[in-house]
T-cell receptor, first 113, second 115 residues
Framework: NAGVTQTPKFRILKIGQSMTLQCTQD?????MYWYRQDPGMGLKLIYY???????DKGEVPNGYNVSRSTTEDFPLRLELAAPSQTSVYFC????????????FGPGTRLTVT | AQSVAQPEDQVNVAEGNPLTVKCTYS??????LFWYVQYPNRGLQFLLK??????LVKGSYGFEAEFNKSQTSFHLKKPSALVSDSALYFC?????????????FGSGTRLSIRP
């Protein structure tokens, strides 16, 4: 199993550009999460999904969108990039209700200039 | 509101000495508590959890954590530190009654083990 994979590893965007951060897991996990990690701030939940076709907002959803058309994939979309979105983005998954240990991807480091 | 605090940004320990990384929490109901470790340029890895039962829980890489309900703490410990333990450590608490098993992370503590 590859676990949770994320692409790209690094990206530099100009203000106003758009991009999609990809997240795929091959563990047949139902629940998936997107976090951003800012220095000294821990991880903040952006969006999460409890299954294909079901998504919901986390703590900091503004400026982002998600979709979950399959169990495996949970892409995060930035429509109009802003410098405040410079961060490291992590995707995570767990099997489902009653599971607690989250499996994390390696992260995507995004810089918006 | 649920929260978790890690009062130390950095902890420095000599190799072979015991280490403690502190965590306190605030949550309604029974807490579900976790420790994760992050090595440079990597995602977080699960270390251990407390759900119920024995207050001393053991996890990966020789780490353990002690749940103290009266002090609302969940400190991470290891009897003898290794240089390879140097990393960023996060304490986390599950959001009570969350149907999506959401968790809240602390701000992290950087552990540095000197040879």
């Amino acid at each position: 199993n590859a676990g949770v994979t994320q692409t790209p590893k690094f990206r530099i965007l100009k203000i106003g550009q758009s991009m999609t951060l990809q997240c795929t897991q091959d563990m047949n996990h139902n629940y998936m999460y997107w976090y951003r990690q800012d220095p000294g701030m821990g991880l903040k939940l952006i969006y999460y999904s409890v299954g294909a076709g079901i998504t919901d907002k986390g703590e900091v959803p503004n400026g982002y969108n998600v979709s979950r058309s399959t169990t495996e994939d949970f892409p995060l979309r930035l429509e109009l990039a802003a410098p405040s979105q410079t961060s490291v983005y992590f995707c995570a998954s767990i099997p489902g209700q009653g599971s607690y240990e989250q499996y994390f991807g390696p992260g995507t480091r995004l810089t918006v200039t | 509101a649920q929260s978790v605090a890690q009062p130390e940004d950095q902890v420095n320990v000599a190799e072979g000495n015991p280490l403690t990384v502190k965590c306190t929490y605030s949550v309604s109901g029974n807490p579900y508590l976790f420790w994760y470790v992050q090595y440079p340029n990597r995602g977080l890895q699960f270390l251990l959890k407390y759900i119920t039962g024995d207050n001393l829980v053991k996890g990966s890489y020789g780490f353990e954590a002690e749940f103290n309900k009266s002090q609302t703490s969940f400190h991470l410990k290891k009897p003898s530190a290794l240089v390879s333990d140097s990393a960023l450590y996060f304490c986390a608490v599950r959001v009570p009654y969350s149907s999506a098993s959401k968790i809240i992370f602390g701000s992290g503590t950087r552990l540095s083990i000197r040879p």
